[in-house]
């Protein structure tokens, strides 16, 4: 397994070993020992799938109060998958990073508390899958718009994304409830 650090501190690339031939492929997606000696000593609580279509847009989401950790990767398709910083505190506050996971590339992303994730689907369909940390507060959940320009997050975008009623009201980094 390699682990790469990305443009946000603490937000981190995983790409596992692949062992593949003429029959398909096998990898190894979790093992809490491999990741613990990584330096990835997480504890998960719940797995989550989404399907959805192409061009959807899901995020930017995150739970206040509760914060989840977040260990995303691609099952079928491609999507591209962005990180938010929203600690106040931090000197990356309100800045994003973003990585195409897909299918093909296997790769995983590590995004720890305090930050807020969305992605945006590139193929005809995508299955998505993550394991958290903390289990889904719905009294903690907030979110910020996906087009912020204070955050200025450089989508994939041929025209508009399909987004749910939730993701249109979302506030803007300025007005939103944010950690410490």
Do not use: C
Request: net charge negative; proline share 6%; charged share 20%.
């Amino acid at each position: 397994m390699n682990i790469t650090e990305t443009a946000l501190p603490g937000v981190l690339l995983v790409d596992p070993k692949v062992f593949g031939d003429a029959r398909g492929f096998f990898l190894e997606s979790w093992n809490r020992k491999t990741f613990a000696a990584l330096g990835l000593d997480l504890d998960f609580v719940q797995d989550n799938h989404s399907r959805s279509g192409k061009g959807v847009l899901r995020g930017l989401h995150y739970q206040v109060n509760e914060p989840q950790g977040k260990l995303v990767r691609v099952l079928s398709g491609a999507v591209f998958d962005v990180a938010v910083d929203m600690r106040r505190s931090s000197p990356h506050f309100g800045q994003w990073t973003g990585h195409e996971l897909s299918a093909e590339n296997h790769r995983m992303l590590w995004i720890p508390p305090g930050f807020a994730h969305g992605f945006l689907v590139l193929s005809e369909t995508a299955d998505f899958l993550y394991k958290t940390t903390a289990y889904y507060a719905p009294q903690w959940d907030r979110g910020v718009r996906w087009d912020d320009a204070d955050i200025g997050v450089q989508w994939p975008l041929a025209g508009a994304p399909q987004l749910s009623a939730k993701d249109q009201a979302l506030p803007l980094i300025k007005d939103a409830e944010t950690y410490a």
